[in-house]
């Protein structure tokens, strides 16, 4: 193709955005048009800014990556987005593929499996693996994966280190509505305390160390 694909990239790490941002324009087929190193500064970012796809951590300080998504899919709905964390891929490409991201990669890939991914994304030649987006209704629910998609965010944030106050005013919810989401969630997890949520979220695996 003679026009590179303008990218953009969210994480809060910024030797990886250097990083990233090298590969990706080393290719000669992606340009880099902006650098995001809060869920912030993405929402604030003209458009221009986002180019046509948004490669973006889950894990980003002020707004979680998983609200990001959701947000720019209101806005931007062109925009694609691609999602690079250290999640685990098995437990969070599902969900993140049915929120309308086009892929899902753990940053534990090959760099040049990443930055081919997103090229094919950016170019157009990628389609969304449609049994992520579906799901597997034969295999049965783990207990995280009967939340609701707000439940969703909030054990994620949870599990990060976030308060319910901070919770609340990242989602831009009250404190009530943000407590019934997480008794839903020790419901659903068969939890007793927030602290045995978190130690769900270890033992299953869920957390990005």
Same mark, same amino acid.
């Given at each position: 193709?003679?026009?590179?694909?303008?990218?953009?990239?969210?994480?809060?790490?910024?030797?990886?955005?250097?990083?990233?941002? /090298?590969?990706?324009?080393?290719? $000669?087929?992606?340009?880099?048009? $902006?650098?995001?190193?809060?869920?912030?500064?993405?929402?604030?970012?003209?458009?221009?800014?986002? $180019?046509?796809?948004?490669? #973006?951590? #889950?894990?980003?300080p002020?707004?979680?990556?998983?609200?990001?998504?959701?947000?720019?899919?209101?806005?931007?709905?062109?925009?694609?987005?691609?999602?690079l964390?250290?999640?685990?891929?098995?437990?969070?490409?599902?969900?993140?593929?049915?929120?309308?991201?086009?892929?899902?990669?753990?940053?534990?890939?090959?760099? /040049?499996?990443?930055?081919?991914?997103?090229?094919?994304?950016?170019?157009?030649? /990628?389609?969304?693996? #449609?049994?992520?987006?579906? $799901?597997?209704?034969?295999?049965?629910?783990?207990?995280?994966?009967?939340?609701?998609?707000r439940?969703?965010?909030?054990?994620?944030? #949870?599990?990060q280190?976030?308060?319910?106050?901070?919770?609340?005013?990242?989602?831009?919810?009250?404190?009530?509505?943000?407590?019934?989401?997480?008794?839903?969630?020790?419901?659903?997890?068969?939890?007793?305390?927030?602290?045995?949520?978190?130690?769900?979220?270890?033992?299953?695996?869920?957390?990005?160390?």
């Open positions: 193709m003679s026009e590179r694909v303008a990218v953009s990239l969210a994480d809060d790490h910024a030797i990886f955005r250097r990083g990233l941002r /090298d590969l990706l324009e080393e290719s $000669g087929r992606v340009r880099v048009v $902006g650098e995001f190193g809060t869920g912030r500064a993405v929402l604030n970012a003209a458009p221009a800014a986002l $180019g046509e796809v948004l490669v #973006l951590d #889950l894990s980003l002020v707004v979680s990556g998983s609200e990001v998504l959701a947000r720019v899919r209101e806005r931007h709905p062109t925009l694609r987005v691609v999602i964390s250290m999640y685990a891929e098995e437990h969070f490409a599902a969900r993140m593929v049915r929120a309308g991201a086009r892929a899902y990669l753990a940053k534990t890939r090959p760099p /040049d499996e990443v930055v081919a991914r997103v090229i094919a994304v950016a170019e157009g030649r /990628d389609e969304v693996d #449609l049994s992520l987006a579906t $799901g597997r209704p034969e295999a049965p629910l783990l207990p995280h994966e009967r939340l609701s998609a439940e969703h965010q909030v054990f994620i944030l #949870l599990v280190g976030r308060g319910a106050g901070d919770i609340a005013a990242e989602l831009d919810l009250n404190a009530s509505t943000v407590s019934n989401h997480l008794a839903r969630i020790r419901e659903k997890l068969g939890a007793k305390s927030n602290a045995e949520v978190i130690r769900y979220a270890y033992a299953a695996g869920l957390t990005a160390e």
